[in-house]
């Protein structure tokens, strides 16, 4: 079946930064995002998602290669220094272009 | 001794020795949030029945109170413990906003006693919550050149979920009134000193997992964060009969001065500053802090302000 490539973006991050992240998202021309709850450990300590200040969570973004880049420097340069914060993007092939 | 005090002690012992116990997030959410309604749906049932004139001093009084204890604290943390402006302000915003647990066991202590309060403590309890976290974060950027979001700050201190929910809890009460509140009273006030209980277990799961920070934060934290309530608590208990609180409500306006918040300002304060290390706070607020108060620190301001009493 015909796919077409896209960048796959996922940021684990402490909770507090969802609606930055969201609007973030939005703004370096992501069309969606996907989020979820996420606990885990890491150089910042373990966070084990059991009360506000303790919880993760994981965004999903599949976009173009350009937002993504944007986008992962934006996060890196605005709350990577202070933030528990980890990154990475994977390349995906989609079924529906317009979409991302 | 107050039950629920022990549910807490439980939870820090099935934690230090490393129990497989865990108390899932959406129940520890469900609880936070029944907590959080209930104390505000009981004071509002009983504010509707007595003239909101009295309250006004006493309300404003509170405010203060809570603006003021960051600005009190700030310079000691800095120059006594030497910790950096952000961490310094973060640290004392915890200690200006208050902890609604650490009030709810107030609450419990003076009833199992017999001591009367005012029935609009709640209201002066959810007016506490945001002054605090606001003068830290003057505190933080004052000098700076970083600006304010005042927008998204005034947002955050009005409905945020805590002030949300007690506040909501609050109007729902008093507009019901004594009657019409019978058909949800078995849940709300029946069931509240089990639901604190089961609150308290996993408080102590988190209090517990905390206790490894205080050894990065040092000797002044630990020392700070035990003999700050005990000063604040002389602080509100004067407030208190200054606005002329009985000995019940001004033991509790004592318990919000030396209590600090772990709900509301640390996601706050993360936001705001992000550059203050999150560790020190909370380690110092849930290690020390929050353990001192349900355990020793209500008994001791209710004898602060039975003394101020006379």
């Known amino acids: 079946m015909l796919t077409h490539a896209r960048k796959l973006l996922v940021i684990i991050a402490e ?8 609007r973030d998202a939005r703004a370096f021309g992501a069309h969606g995002y996907t989020l979820s709850d996420v606990r885990g450990g890491g150089v910042h300590g373990e966070r084990e998602a059991a009360w506000e200040a303790d919880r993760s969570i994981e965004m999903k973004v599949i976009c173009n290669e ?11 340069a605005t709350y990577a220094p202070n933030f528990a914060v980890t990154l990475f993007v994977a390349d995906v092939g989609v079924f529906r272009p317009q979409k991302f | 001794m107050d039950p629920v005090v022990l549910f807490f002690l439980l939870g820090v012992v099935a934690r230090l020795a490393k129990s497989d116990l865990r108390v899932p997030e959406p129940l520890y959410e469900a609880l936070s949030i029944y907590l959080l309604l209930a104390i505000g749906i ?4 009983e504010l509707a029945q007595q003239p909101l004139g009295a309250v006004l001093p006493q309300a404003l009084a509170a405010i203060a109170l809570g603006a003021a204890i960051p600005f009190i ?30 009030f709810a066991v107030g609450v419990s202590v003076l009833a199992k006693q017999n001591v009367e309060t005012e029935p609009h ?13 606001i003068a830290g974060i003057l505190l933080a950027r004052m000098g700076g050149a970083q600006r304010i979001a005042w927008g998204t700050l005034a947002h955050e201190a009005v409905f945020g ?6 506040l909501g809890g609050i109007v729902i009460g008093a507009i019901v009134g004594p009657q019409d509140i019978t058909s949800i009273e078995p849940l709300f006030m029946g069931l509240f000193k089990g639901v604190l209980a089961l609150f308290l277990l996993e408080m102590g799961l988190v209090a517990g997992a ?16 035990i003999v700050t309530p005990v000063v604040l608590g002389v602080l509100g208990a004067l407030v208190g009969q200054l606005v002329g609180l009985s000995p019940g409500g001004t033991a509790l306006l004592a318990t919000l001065a030396a209590s600090a918040s772990y709900i509301a300002a640390p996601t706050a304060m993360r936001i705001a500053v992000p550059e203050a290390n999150p560790a020190l706070s909370i ?13 020793l620190g209500i008994p001791l301001y209710l004898g602060y302000a039975r003394w101020i009493a006379g």
């Open chain 2, 210 to 225: 905390r206790l490894g920070d205080l050894k990065r934060a040092g000797v002044f934290l630990v020392a700070f964060g």
């Open chain 2, 42 to 45: 009981k004071g509002g049932v």
């Open chain 1, 15 to 22: 909770a507090a930064l969802e609606k930055e992240l969201v």
């Open chain 2, 161 to 166: 979920k805590s002030v949300l929910l007690l």
């Open chain 2, 121 to 133: 403590m709640p209201l002066l309890l959810a007016l506490m919550e945001a002054p605090g976290i």
């Open chain 2, 73 to 102: 604290l700030f310079p000691i943390l800095m120059r006594v413990g030497r910790l950096p402006r952000a961490d310094s302000a973060s640290i004392a915003a915890h200690y200006g906003s208050v902890s609604v647990v650490t």
């Open chain 1, 66 to 76: 350009s937002s993504a880049e944007r986008l992962a420097q934006h996060v890196l």
């Open chain 2, 283 to 295: 380690g110092v607020v849930l290690g020390v802090t929050f353990p001192f108060n349900i355990t």
